[in-house]
Structures are given as C-alpha cells and as structure tokens.
C-alpha cells in the first residue's frame, strides 16, 4: 500500500513492504531509481526508526582538493598520493557525522557547544 502525506513541508512517500524470514526486504522501485541506489545502501538506525540511503561512492568530495594539496605539501606523490589521498577521503564523511551529531546535540541543550569565535577565530589569528 503507497500513500503520500505532507510533513514539515516536505511530500513524502510511504509503502509498507515484506521482510522475508532472513530479514530482507525489498526497495520499491519507484524508492530506488528516485534515490539513485546502485549496490549498496547505507542503514543507520536512529532513534526508534531505521534510514536506508543510498551510499555515496566519492564521499567526501567537496574537500578532495584540500586533501590533496596537505598531502602533496607532505611530500607524497606518485602511487603513494593515490593510497593515501583514499585512506584520507574514507576519514571525512565519518568525521563529518561526528561533527553533526554534536551539532545536533548542542542544538538540544546536551553536550558542549561552540561560540562562533571559538569554530573560525579571527583574522588576526
């Protein structure tokens, strides 16, 4: 059964689907080609739901530039930039999350949170 309600201000689209007896389930297509899934799927239970997305495979892209440049002035090149630039790249979606759930958690009034001062400093610095 598909049914479309509005939340936030966001269309969503809900379907309840079958969970076999080994635990799979099946992504309506429609859901699929929509999000762009290819072979794999990143599952992230939070709070009391689960979140399907589809993973993204040159995460962290928007810093490959940064990332290269610190290792190239670390002297890396050749096949060695290549590994390490990858071990690089697979560290920042993690740390990204990291940053956002304490974002989220300082938004709430828990855990430490940060002045604009103390995330950018000054120019002077």
């Given amino acids: 059964m598909e049914t479309a309600a509005v ?5 969503m ?7 076999s007896e080994k635990r799979q389930l099946t ?5 699929f080609e929509a999000l762009g899934f290819a072979t794999e799927a990143e599952c992230i239970l939070r709070g009391n739901e689960i979140v399907l997305r589809p993973v993204k495979e040159q995460g962290g892209g928007e810093f490959a530039e940064q990332i290269l440049a610190d290792l190239i002035a670390q ?22 999350e990291v940053m956002l ?6 938004a709430h009034g828990e855990g430490e949170s940060y ?8 120019e002077e610095e």
């Fill in 7 to 11: 939340k936030g201000g966001t269309l």
């Fill in 13 to 19: 689209n809900r379907k309840t689907i079958r969970i």
């Fill in 27 to 31: 992504i309506p297509q429609k859901f």
């Fill in 75 to 96: 002297g890396f090149s050749g096949d060695q930039l290549l590994a390490e630039f990858k071990k690089t790249q697979k560290k920042v979606r993690p740390a990204v």
């Fill in 101 to 106: 759930a304490e974002a989220e958690q300082a």
């Fill in 115 to 122: 002045s604009y001062h103390d995330v950018f400093g000054t």
